[in-house]
């Protein structure tokens, strides 16, 4: 039988397979980990000339920008969706209106090894990572033209990675997206009823129940939320209220450094390295600090193909529900 | 440069690259279409043991239910999603809410023959199809529980088509979707504010405009839309004004059955047998005729990468314009 559960946030549906005790993994067609493309690499040493000229990067004392000695480096998209120069132009053609795609587009080489990703990093190297995340979020924010900033990861070709070498993507907008607004909106309604921030409810529902919970520490959870969407789906959650990700405090860093690498190996380990997004959910640009949103990373692991169903209706087809995945990636570690 | 367009019925953004006259086919990785996946195929002739005994079907006189001899035939789907069987019965565990999956979870073999998809269809074939979809609307209808039908098609892998032999789906469901209201939402607010159908709105835009027109005949167009999310997305609008997919007159089945399969035909021939998904967008079943909203169908071939951006914002990236994508599939046919 299924099940159908209603996100508490989202006005969205998931249907959920609930005959099964033991997930079968090689449904997900993961016998073999993708084949490494090989090939010429731009993100590696000695290639910084084949990338846009760097933005940033936390580099070896005394070494020059766009050569050798970083240790993370942040340069422009070479194909940015959007681009930091010119005015916003609004324009409309009869029915049809439109802008030009002002805003910035930004990739984070998360190290110079071409062959470890994130979830291998040492604590060292992944609260580097999340630092650059912070400090380019802080200085997009100068940009009064800017309204929100997306942080996001693909891994894996499946996933939509174009490159194999670990990175990450920023993309800044002169809106906030319909996916954040929805998000907001449902934090915002459960808010004005209850008075309390659902996420910090939902934190407090998890830590009582127990069995979604995969990895806790000092300042986070990750747990497989109650309604996902995909299979394994994962999220970390930081104990501490805030509705922004860059107010992330230095206690923090050092905690998501080890709660984020460990969460993203177990996922490798238990599902032969899947493909995956990783998303940081937080407040727009503009807002002030607010009681009833909650920041947040969401992993949403590719396994599964998404059809005409998710398409037509946004309702999500999951072969595994969230329990047995936290007592499978519980159990791998 | 990139262009931001607005839907003009969803709050959805799309961004799309306007720099490139000429579309390089070749980035969408589609040098050969997806290999034959061969072996066993419970939807061929003589293996209708293998499927749960038919619901209806199309059949030459004298054949008997569950053996050879049927055009179309209609079977309740192996592994369904929903059961029709059961009471609703709503629940919750403190936050959550859930539902059990009452529902009905249909598929619809098109055709006996295994090599032959919709594209390929004479418009007879075609035509039984799109009587089946009426009739099996129809009879659900009947089912009070239910609120909406869904009836979509997978077509290819990478579409989350699990079985070759072409087929569609129908799922119906005891809640209308929230892709569906936020499209009713976006058309409402339109009607209110102008008196008008958006749909017949941009029927006309599109008939003055021409250029993003790939096909038209009495009672059709099929159109790249002016905020397309995917590369050739093509949507196949009715030019008489109804809400409902079951209203559709024979005079309009027969032209439907011939803009269906040479529009995917056009599909087929230039991006060499895209995976693509359709979905007719029509109203939940106990709304009555609606002067804001229009039945349609729309295609989304399957050809670029979904990754976090997407996930993220709801944005689509599109790096191709739908004028450019209409050229291309009118000059193919």
């Not at 920008?65 to 422009?76: D, I, K, L, M, Y």
């Not at 009064?144 to 939509?160: C, D, Q, S």
Request: charge should be negative; proline fraction near 7%; charged fraction near 30%.
């Amino acid at each position: 039988m299924s099940e159908l559960r209603k996100d508490p946030i989202l006005d969205r549906w998931v249907i959920i397979s609930t005959d099964k005790e033991e997930v079968d993994l090689s449904q997900f067609c993961l016998q073999e980990p993708e084949t490494r493309r090989g090939g010429f690499c731009p993100f590696c040493y000695g290639n910084e000339d084949k990338t846009p000229p760097e933005i940033s990067a936390i580099r070896d004392e005394g070494t020059r920008a766009n050569t050798a000695g970083w240790q993370v480096r942040v340069v422009p998209n070479k194909f940015p969706a959007l681009m930091i120069e010119g005015d916003l132009s609004p324009t409309g053609i009869g029915l049809f209106d439109m802008m030009n795609g002002i805003g910035a587009h930004e990739v984070i080489i998360e190290n110079p090894s071409h062959d470890r990703g994130i979830s291998d990093y040492t604590p060292e190297e992944a609260k580097r990572v999340i630092k650059v995340y912070r400090e380019r979020k802080l200085d997009l924010k100068k940009d009064g033209r800017l309204e929100y900033i997306l942080i996001f990861k693909n891994h894996g070709l499946k996933a939509g990675a174009s490159l194999e070498h670990s990175h990450s993507q920023l993309i800044a907008l002169p809106c906030v997206p319909i996916r954040v607004e929805e998000e907001l909106a449902g934090a915002r309604r459960h808010f004005e009823y209850k008075e309390r921030c659902i996420f910090c409810d939902i934190l407090r529902q998890e830590q009582d129940f127990e069995k979604r919970i995969i990895l806790e520490n000092e300042d986070f959870i990750s747990f497989a939320p109650f309604v996902p969407r995909f299979p394994f789906e994962t999220w970390i959650l930081p104990k501490r209220h805030r509705c922004h990700f860059f107010e992330i405090e230095e206690k923090e860093e050092n905690s998501l450094s080890e709660i984020l690498p460990c969460t993203l190996n177990r996922l490798k380990k238990l599902l032969n390295d899947p493909p995956y997004n990783y998303i940081i959910h937080t407040s727009p640009l503009k807002q002030e600090e607010e009681e009833y949103y909650h920041w947040h990373l969401e992993i949403m692991p590719q396994l599964a193909r998404v059809g005409g169903f998710e398409w037509g209706t946004g309702f999500f087809l999951n072969p595994v529900s969230p329990e047995q995945a936290a007592r499978q990636l519980k159990e791998v570690g």
